[in-house]
């Protein structure tokens, strides 16, 4: 028996695929092991430094639970959430242009992140979807089209946020969901609600990924934002936010979400009657975005 090289290692593992079930499995798997060990020999990883490696993945794991998802933070952070939501867009958007289903691009994506709740309550076109919720009062309102320009009719827009303070629901004493809620447009397409308006705010950093960015000296916030998961029978899914323009960090957002086409300008207005006719005892602001979806190829 030959003594073993760093090549013949690496070789020796990627043969250990040859009976893997599935090959999409062993293609990711293959491709995980060549650049592990090529960036364990560009490095020259140290014994404690490979330690100090599993016990940071330990620790991001100890830190999940059933309201925090660290793994995600990792991901969002790193960048890895972007580049896989990036590179999804494009082959949807691939596939509809073979199926000359697309006229204009689709709203472009951005990364869900790890405050998404399942089961949000459904309410009307119309709703404050944040009442009690600290905050500035925003009338938000816009249409779903397909990328012709055709209304889409009952698309479902799946909403969260923080509050005015950057926190989530799901950062907060309590089991009940805030700023929350499932609308449906009407038969033009469009949608309305109230919420408030979203303000910057860090992610957590009392864990691994917080020591993490301090180790990296970068700065953990994110630019104000709302989410929107847009979704309609025969079209893409679109999960995505909206920014607020001018936001403290909308040049440096701590996992890379930012898309231009994704800052909206937020109007502020006086007190007195809103666009849905409805009479506002304090200032409020507006803002207004259309959304549009790739038609899911056969």
């Given at each position: 028996?030959?003594?073993?090289?760093?090549?013949?290692?690496?070789?020796?593992?990627?043969?250990?695929?040859?009976?893997?079930?599935?090959?999409?499995?062993a293609?990711?798997?293959?491709?995980?092991?060549?650049?592990?060990?090529a960036?364990?020999?560009?490095?020259d990883l140290?014994?404690?430094?490979?330690?100090a490696?599993?016990?940071?993945?330990?620790?991001?794991?100890?830190?999940c639970d059933?309201?925090?998802?660290?793994?995600?933070?990792?991901?969002?952070t790193?960048?890895?959430?972007?580049?896989?939501?990036?590179l999804?867009?494009?082959r949807?958007a691939?596939?509809?242009?073979?199926?000359?289903h697309s006229a204009t691009?689709?709203t472009?994506?951005?990364?869900?992140?790890?405050?998404?709740?399942?089961?949000?309550?459904?309410?009307?076109?119309?709703?404050?979807?944040?009442?009690?919720?600290?905050?500035?009062?925003?009338?938000?309102?816009?249409?779903v089209t397909?990328?012709?320009?055709?209304?889409?009719?009952?698309?479902?827009?799946?909403?969260?946020?923080?509050?005015?303070e950057?926190?989530?629901?799901m950062?907060l004493?309590?089991?009940e969901?805030?700023?929350?809620?499932?609308?449906?447009?009407?038969?033009?397409?469009?949608?309305?609600f109230?919420?408030?308006?979203?303000?910057?705010?860090?992610?957590?950093?009392?864990?691994?990924?917080?020591?993490?960015?301090?180790?990296?000296?970068?700065?953990?916030n994110?630019?104000?934002?709302?989410?929107?998961?847009?979704?309609?029978?025969?079209?893409?899914?679109?999960?995505?936010?909206?920014?607020?323009?001018?936001?403290?960090y909308?040049d440096?957002?701590?996992?890379?979400?930012?898309r231009?086409?994704?800052?909206?300008?937020?109007?502020?207005?006086?007190?007195?009657?809103?666009?849905?006719?409805?009479?506002?005892?304090?200032?409020?602001?507006?803002?207004?975005?259309d959304?549009?979806?790739?038609?899911q190829?056969?």
């Amino acid at each position: 028996m030959t003594p073993m090289t760093e090549d013949d290692l690496t070789r020796a593992v990627l043969d250990r695929l040859a009976t893997a079930k599935e090959p999409r499995f062993a293609e990711i798997m293959a491709a995980l092991i060549k650049h592990l060990h090529a960036f364990i020999r560009e490095v020259d990883l140290k014994p404690d430094e490979w330690m100090a490696g599993i016990q940071f993945l330990t620790a991001v794991g100890q830190a999940c639970d059933d309201k925090r998802q660290e793994f995600i933070l990792l991901s969002d952070t790193l960048g890895a959430s972007m580049m896989v939501v990036m590179l999804d867009q494009l082959r949807a958007a691939a596939k509809a242009q073979a199926a000359a289903h697309s006229a204009t691009p689709a709203t472009e994506a951005t990364v869900q992140g790890p405050y998404y709740w399942e089961g949000a309550p459904v309410l009307p076109c119309g709703a404050n979807i944040a009442p009690g919720v600290k905050g500035e009062p925003t009338f938000y309102s816009g249409r779903v089209t397909n990328t012709q320009g055709q209304p889409i009719a009952g698309a479902t827009l799946d909403i969260w946020s923080g509050d005015g303070e950057g926190n989530y629901d799901m950062q907060l004493p309590g089991d009940e969901m805030a700023a929350r809620a499932r609308i449906q447009t009407d038969a033009q397409g469009r949608y309305w609600f109230w919420s408030i308006k979203p303000t910057y705010y860090p992610v957590p950093v009392d864990g691994p990924v917080g020591r993490m960015l301090d180790g990296m000296g970068r700065h953990p916030n994110r630019p104000g934002h709302i989410h929107m998961m847009v979704y309609a029978p025969g079209h893409v899914k679109l999960t995505t936010h909206l920014f607020v323009a001018n936001s403290p960090y909308i040049d440096s957002d701590a996992v890379f979400g930012v898309r231009p086409s994704l800052i909206v300008d937020f109007e502020q207005h006086p007190a007195g009657q809103a666009p849905d006719g409805s009479q506002q005892a304090q200032p409020y602001w507006s803002a207004h975005y259309d959304f549009r979806l790739d038609t899911q190829a056969a």
